[in-house]
């Protein structure tokens, strides 16, 4: 049996894929609109807070940006007090970083924020469509992240075409 080809505007892969990049434009317009954290604060904040401790080159890994642009933004992180820098005992020559009081209250006031926004979004969806809407997007975003780390970790020459969606 033939695969439909990815092109084919009737395959229900297609409409995902204009969705996908739809949901994404209107994400980073939405991010670019909010005035209480913006999107890379938002990123560090969230990573720091799953880690408990995490060292900058890590962070910088994880964001998939340049070791120094990322020291610069901590140090503003840890200036306005969202972030605590401590020497890392197990490696003298790295800082572990932790999220503190006022960050993770930052961080959670605009998770706040978010859901608040997408309550108002879905109000009028019934609730089992919010919750199958919820379960099939984790499902995607998980087997997008499941995907990348897969061909990550394939080899370390892998092109950025077999990457992309």
């Not at 297609?14 to 913006?38: H, N, W």
């Not at 997007?137 to 080899?155: G, K």
Request: glycine content about 4%; cysteine-free; hydrophobic content about 40%.
């Amino acid at each position: 049996m033939l695969e439909p080809r990815m092109s084919d505007r009737r395959h229900p892969a297609y409409a995902v894929a204009i969705g996908t990049l739809s949901l994404i434009k209107e994400f980073q317009k939405a991010q670019d609109m909010r005035t209480d954290m913006d999107r890379m604060t938002f990123e560090i904040l969230l990573f720091v807070k799953s880690q408990q401790a995490a060292r900058p080159m890590a962070l910088a890994r994880e964001l998939g940006v340049n070791p120094s642009s990322i020291t610069r933004r901590i140090q503003t992180l840890i200036k306005d007090g969202l972030l605590d820098a401590a020497s890392d005992q197990s490696d003298g020559r790295s800082s572990l970083l932790r999220i503190t009081e006022r960050g993770d209250s930052a961080l959670q006031s605009f998770l706040d924020r978010s859901v608040t926004v997408i309550r108002e979004l879905l109000e009028d969806w019934a609730d089992d469509d919010q919750a199958r809407f919820a379960e099939l997007l984790s499902r995607y975003a998980n087997s997008m992240a499941a995907r990348r780390l897969s061909r990550e970790s394939m080899t370390a020459n892998t092109t950025k075409e077999d990457l992309d969606v």
